[in-house]
């Protein structure tokens, strides 16, 4: 991955509403109390999936809508 855009005080600012707030990492709790990595990945990358996948049906739905409303406003005239 490439190098990111780092922005001053974004996350504790987005964590906590506070800029001088101290955000810890994954890394500062012990490994025994990790949650299933893999799985909380897994479970927002399908998170992420079905939100793309609905906001594309939404616009074709509402493509389809418009489309229908024309022709029908065609054939009136």
Do not use: K, Q
């Amino acid at each position: 991955m490439g190098p990111g855009i780092e922005i001053p005080y974004a996350l504790s600012l987005l964590a906590f509403h506070d800029p001088h707030a101290v955000v810890l990492g994954l890394d500062s709790v012990p490994r025994d109390e990790w949650p299933n990595v893999p799985l909380v990945h897994l479970s927002f990358d399908v998170m992420v999936a079905l939100g793309t996948t609905w906001r594309w049906v939404g616009l074709w739905a509402a493509w389809l809508r418009s489309a229908n409303a024309t022709s029908r406003r065609d054939a009136a005239s």
